[in-house]
């Protein structure tokens, strides 16, 4: 996806791949705002009682709530499997030094925002297992918030912006797989050691259809969510094992022909249009009913919300200023600082994967509506924040990008 792509070297549909990604993320970033605000309507309506009802009501061997977060989200995870692994291959992520400046973005991004978390928590060990909940960035709300500003922020930004998030995923993958993993079930996990060596199996053997692939991943999510693991990583781990098919020069109806290419633009429109918003329904209500004003200042509900609005731009913007100060590379293409400032400000929205680390991380109903709360206060506050510094933020005569 990197502008730097010389011809003959699949340019255009690199170039066409990041429009379709960005315009997805940005056109379901806006859904989701409006989803957002429905779903707390709702849980603070005549309807609420039937709207967490609902939620809780057992499908099978599951509730409703367990169906959206355990298995649509793994979905989910499949799909950002998918990007983190084309991005690493054949996109911005395929080098060094194209992942140098978002890499220490996002590493700066995530660390931050934890430590200022714990400073609110850290004599309460309760409350101090949340501390990853500020680290995500939430990248369709965070391009949603972008797309308003049209043509003001430069694609070079966006792209930073969507780079920086899917290593920021990356991370949000490792902490709940190491930090967010249950009592283990290693009858289970043997089982889905196995599937996941058919799966390398059936990459190895140079297998292309995706059948086989998507019929071991169900196997895989059921042994998963049986195991004590988290049954979303299991989209991850089978995304890891779809073969991609690299062929330099070729044009982009060729490239179409990788398994992975073609499951991630048949999973980018019902993710963003459907499966999020789903999740974000499902999951954003919460009900002002049984708050006192003390959850608006408590340690759980601000360690978030000054995580992801203090802790982001501190650790987003220090990292990039401290990379671009100190020689190691150079600002993205036509951004000013101010604008880089901006930017920083939208790393702030952690609504999505912030919800569902929260889920992870409280069994308290009230811990989780004190995360909640944090994540809407500090998300709303740092999206429009964000909003008005790109608004007023002037461009920077174009510049080369460096190699």
Request: charged fraction near 10%.
């Amino acid at each position: 996806m990197s502008s730097t792509q010389t011809p003959g070297q699949g340019k255009g549909r690199i170039n066409s791949t990041l429009r379709r990604f960005l315009d997805n993320e940005a056109s379901g970033g806006i859904l989701l705002m409006a989803v957002a605000a429905l779903a707390i309507i709702t849980a603070n309506s005549p309807f609420a009682e039937a709207y967490f009802s609902a939620l809780h009501a057992y499908v099978g061997p599951l509730s409703l709530h367990h169906w959206i977060n355990d298995a649509l989200m793994a979905v989910f995870f499949l799909l950002v499997g998918l990007e983190i692994k084309r991005e690493m291959l054949d996109g911005q992520l395929s080098s060094w030094t194209r992942r140098l400046l978002p890499g220490a973005a996002a590493a700066g991004g995530m660390a931050i925002p934890a430590l200022i978390y714990v400073a609110f928590n850290y004599d309460n060990p309760g409350t101090l297992h949340g501390w990853a909940i500020p680290a995500a960035t939430d990248i369709a709300f965070a391009l949603g918030v972008l797309s308003l500003l049209g043509p003001r922020v430069p694609a070079s930004l966006k792209v930073f912006l969507a780079a920086l998030a899917i290593i920021d995923d990356l991370g949000a993958v490792v902490v709940i797989a190491v930090f967010y993993t249950s009592d283990l079930n290693f009858l289970m996990l043997g089982g889905a050691a196995a599937t996941i060596a058919a799966l390398v199996a059936l990459n190895k053997s140079g297998v292309k259809s995706l059948l086989p692939y998507i019929a071991c991943g169900l196997v895989l999510w059921v042994f998963v969510l049986l195991s004590g693991v988290h049954a979303t990583l299991a989209g991850v781990i089978l995304a890891l094992t779809i073969p991609i098919t690299l062929t330099p020069g070729a044009p982009e109806a060729s490239q179409d022909v990788s398994p992975l290419h073609k499951l991630e633009h048949a999973l980018h429109i019902p993710v963003a249009f459907i499966i999020i918003p789903i999740f974000g329904f499902a999951n954003a209500g919460i009900s002002f009913a049984g708050l006192t004003g003390e959850a608006f200042v408590a340690p759980v509900t601000m360690g978030v919300a000054m995580g992801l609005l203090i802790g982001k731009v501190i650790g987003v913007f220090g990292a990039v200023l401290l990379m671009v100060k100190t020689g190691f590379t150079d600002l993205p293409a036509g951004a000013s600082w101010t604008q880089v400032l901006g930017v920083s400000l939208l790393c702030g929205i952690g609504f999505t994967m912030s919800l569902f680390i929260s889920l992870l991380a409280f069994n308290d109903a009230l811990l989780q509506d004190e995360a909640k709360l944090g994540i809407l206060m500090g998300s709303f506050v740092a999206g429009i924040l964000g909003y008005v510094v790109l608004r007023i933020a002037k461009r920077e005569a174009p510049r080369p990008v460096s190699a």
